[in-house]
């Protein structure tokens, strides 16, 4: 190419990005030196092997072009010069290698790649198609594809790198200001389906756009000198799936299969810092989740969009699980079909101090899941505030589905603050639990403010929580309360370990207009349950129909054991 051509390629392709012509590797602004690897022996037409030939350019240091050639490899390449540069015009590096191989290891810091495809070649790989190693800092892919992988167990070897199958592997260990910028993950694929002859089951499926692990699948223990830091902008990750059977049950169409756009992961101790930004990225029939953050500090997802179709053969499970301390998700977006609903909207295990803001989904069959992984986690510091589902519906064959969920009770709920939510429910055949918070101690310290629930039950125990400014609505003909011998709204245990005291109530409007008639029976006794020593109830507002009000009194919708 020419160093004109080369120029304008180059200064077109970071135009309105963060990088600049100098942190790509460029040796003067506007005027890169290139190199066409022809000079090298490399013939590019997809079929000659063109290993040899390429690592003796890659040998040179200098910047590549590879035009819009075709470079087949058979043989693992190394990029081991810092600050090399590679740009293509529609061109690709093709694997033909074994199983037991990969496309390429990066090695050195400051290597880039602008246009360049990364293809599989319908092959399984060795954990992942690239590598970028630890301390190999500052790796920039612009404008770059991923895509065509295609894990099949060859030989029948269970093993990490044949059960995992992704586009890109980066260590957790210095790889410091790493970058991917408009580039797409597409078409990646890991079989669990029992068709290649290795039996389904938990761990065999693995497969994602980015994967943040050294390859040799070593728990990431040792003290992070250099923290790995870096972003996601404006990416697409699209068709990413672990290869099922038909006919599953619900739990094995979840347990089975591992697919995900990025997968974050980090130490049991949860001491992994991972300053990663997930920014304006589009995810689509990323078959389990988008994004999953496990055991890492650090993680932003901001301005996401998830996408699940019909496509999928199974219901997606989750667009983002959040299972680190300092992680934030903010203005997240989430579609899927009405007949495969989403499975979850988010999920959280064992975290501090998140932030998660404005998220919104069509339809799910549960919200949030919280669920920490040991009764011992204390859960503090969260900020939440304006979540919106249009549709709540529970899953096949299950009672009931749910908004925001404690499912695995926490040691004790601190400072933690739910504000302006907003789910409707629904309420065809039963209601949907819209939140449920519960701890395994007696402590909660739980604020929820400005919540708006339709057709669904809200239950809360525990010392020191406070519901303001809530509205409860029951506004469908055909309501159940999920809760037998309760009622839409259960505030407080009066026995147990879940007993309540020292908890408020201030502004609370319950609407049941639309009960059905001959809802209050043996079965299912108030609309309201308020228990607790020394706590404050003000401002309680209940709206009942006048067929209830010439049954018996308001007051008896609403046992209050209240004391002090």
């Not at 030196?33 to 040179?60: C, H, P, Q, Y």
């Not at 400072?415 to 629904?426: A, I, L």
């Not at 239950?459 to 303001?468: A, C, P």
């Amino acid at each position: 190419m020419h160093r004109r051509e080369f120029a304008a390629e180059l200064l077109a392709a970071i135009a309105g990005s963060a990088l600049t012509v100098q942190s790509l590797g460029a040796t003067r602004a506007g005027e890169p030196a290139s190199v066409d690897v022809r000079r090298f022996g490399v013939l590019g037409d997809g079929n000659a092997d063109d290993t040899e030939a390429m690592s003796r350019a890659i040998k040179s240091g200098r910047p590549l072009d590879i035009g819009g050639l075709t470079i087949r490899i058979t043989t693992k390449l190394r990029f081991h010069n810092d600050r090399q540069l590679i740009v293509a015009r529609g061109g690709s590096f093709k694997f033909d290698g074994p199983a037991n191989d990969r496309l390429l290891d990066i090695t050195a810091s400051g290597v880039c790649f602008l246009g360049v495809k990364f293809d599989g070649n319908g092959k399984q790989v060795n954990a992942c198609l690239l590598y970028v190693a630890s301390n190999a800092a500052d790796p920039k892919f612009v404008r770059c594809g991923f895509t065509n992988i295609k894990g099949t167990h060859s030989g029948g070897v269970v093993s990490d790198h044949s059960n995992a199958q992704y586009a890109v592997m980066i260590s957790p260990y210095g790889v410091e200001g790493f970058n991917f910028d408009s580039c797409e993950f597409t078409e990646i694929y890991n079989d669990n389906s029992g068709l290649s002859g290795v039996t389904p089951s938990v761990g065999y499926g693995f497969a994602g756009g980015v994967f943040f692990l050294t390859d040799d699948f070593a728990s990431p223990v040792a003290r992070q000198t250099v923290v790995t830091s870096g972003q996601f902008r404006s990416c697409v990750f699209r068709n990413i799936r672990t290869l099922l059977s038909p006919g599953l049950s619900y739990a094995n169409s979840i347990d089975y299969q591992d697919a995900d756009g990025i997968r974050f992961y980090g130490d049991l101790q949860g001491a992994t810092t991972l300053n990663v930004t997930v920014r304006d990225c589009h995810f689509q029939d990323c078959a389990k989740r988008a994004v999953k953050v496990a055991l890492a500090k650090g993680v932003t997802v901001s301005g996401v969009t998830v996408i699940a179709t019909e496509a999928l053969p199974y219901p997606m499970v989750t667009a983002v699980k959040v299972d680190g301390d300092n992680c934030q998700v903010h203005g997240l977006r989430v579609f899927s079909p009405a007949n495969a609903p989403i499975r979850m909207i988010i999920q959280t295990h064992d975290c501090k101090d998140i932030r998660i803001n404005d998220v919104f989904a069509d339809r799910c069959n549960l919200f949030w899941s919280i669920a920490p992984r040991s009764r011992s986690v204390v859960t503090s510091g969260w900020r939440v505030t304006d979540l919106r589902c249009a549709s709540i519906v529970a899953p096949a064959g299950a009672p009931c589905g749910g908004g925001i969920c404690v499912e695995t009770l926490p040691e004790r709920f601190e400072d933690c603050t739910f504000e302006n939510v907003d789910f409707q429910c629904d309420g065809s055949s039963h209601s949907m639990l819209a939140g449920f918070f519960a701890a395994a101690t007696r402590c909660v310290g739980v604020d929820l403010r400005g919540w708006r629930i339709r057709n669904g039950d809200l239950k809360i125990s525990g010392f020191g929580y406070l519901l303001e400014d809530m509205n409860q609505e029951i506004e469908d003909d055909r309501y159940v309360s999920s809760a037998p011998g309760r009622g839409p709204l259960e505030a407080g245990q009066p026995v147990g370990v879940l007993a309540t005291r020292d908890s408020r109530i201030e502004g609370y409007t319950l609407n049941v207009r639309a009960i059905p008639k001959g809802y209050l029976n043996s079965r299912l006794r108030y609309l309201a349950l308020i228990c607790g020593d020394h706590t404050h109830v003000s401002g309680l507002h209940l709206s009942v129909p006048d067929s209830l009000t010439k049954q018996t009194n308001v007051e008896k919708f609403i046992s209050n054991s209240c004391r002090g």
